[in-house]
């Protein structure tokens, strides 16, 4: 594969998608490769045993892009008899009819993309913004509830969200600090009434957008939107913007980057 399994899972659970290293019963889709299903492993076995269909990496990329489950057929190695209503489950709360609107619009959000190595000669990213990349969990406050990407609901608690504005919607990330993803998914999974709520006040939100912002009826432009949060998402309790800075050069964006991984950072958002 791609990627390592760490990341791939790091990836799905963002989305709200569990993963495993075996074939459960609760298992929709297996990822494997063509050299996997020709050896005919165990896991392949397995998921032709139960009836999985076998899909490649892409499958679970697209997944991911779109922030929703696709139509397997294009990324097929072996059929099986999954339901394509779901994947496996994932560590936040189905969205409820009350909160229809606010998971639909999470699934909305607007995607990063790789700063591709062949591109770095091409792309000149003087004029950008750029902030740390945060290892958090990614959460979409609607004005009434925390959701995933993929439209699931986040059950914080009162407490945690009372200052957040209750008219316009956030884009951000549950956050634990640099190297505390685990934690802050942890904490994102965590059931009213069915966990320690508490472990709420060891993360934050950290807040990088506001996605529907309008200017005479217009969508706001990001300075707009940028300064919108530096005055609005200050002295809250559990809630802070993300800094940014205007990139000056291509060194200037080495520099910040490399400031950044030096304290612990996962990398650079531009």
């Known amino acids: 594969l791609s990627k390592d399994r760490a990341s791939l899972e790091r990836d799905c659970l963002q989305l709200g998608i569990s993963c495993n290293s075996g074939v459960r019963a609760r298992t929709t889709h297996v990822i494997s490769t063509a050299s996997e299903v020709s050896k005919n492993t165990k896991k ?27 139509d397997e057929t294009p990324f097929l190695l072996k059929a099986g008899g999954a339901k394509k209503a779901g994947c496996g489950g ?33 792309l000149d990213p003087t004029g950008w913004w750029m902030s740390e990349k945060l290892d958090g969990v990614r959460a979409y406050w609607s004005g009434e509830a925390f959701y995933s990407r993929a439209g699931n609901l986040f059950e914080a608690p ?15 990330e549950l956050w634990g600090g640099r ?5 802050a998914l942890s904490v994102a999974k965590t059931k009213a009434g ?3 709520m508490q472990r709420w006040k060891f993360v934050n939100y950290s807040v990088f957008d506001v996605p529907n912002l309008e200017v005479n009826g217009k969508p706001a432009l990001y300075e707009v939107r940028k300064n919108w949060l530096e005055t609005n998402v200050k002295d809250k309790k559990y809630a802070n913007f ?16 490399e400031k950044v991984e030096k304290a612990g950072g996962e990398g650079l958002m531009i």
């Not at 969200?161 to 951000?172: E, F, I, Q």
Request: with cysteine.
């Open 44 to 70: 392949i076995q397995d998921a032709i045993s139960q009836g999985k269909p076998i899909v490649t990496e892409d499958f679970m990329t697209e997944c991911i892009d779109a922030s929703d489950i696709v």
């Open 242 to 257: 993300v800094p940014s800075e205007k990139c000056q050069s291509k060194a200037h964006m080495d520099e910040f980057l």
């Open 90 to 122: 994932g560590p936040a709360g189905p969205a409820n009819a009350s909160h229809t609107q606010g998971a639909a619009e999470a699934r909305t959000v607007l995607l990063a993309h790789k700063y591709e190595a062949e591109k770095k000669g091409k």
């Open 194 to 196: 069915n966990g320690d």
């Open 158 to 172: 009162q407490w945690f969200t009372a200052d957040l504005p209750k008219d316009t919607p956030l884009d951000g």
């Open 179 to 183: 190297g505390q993803f685990s934690m």
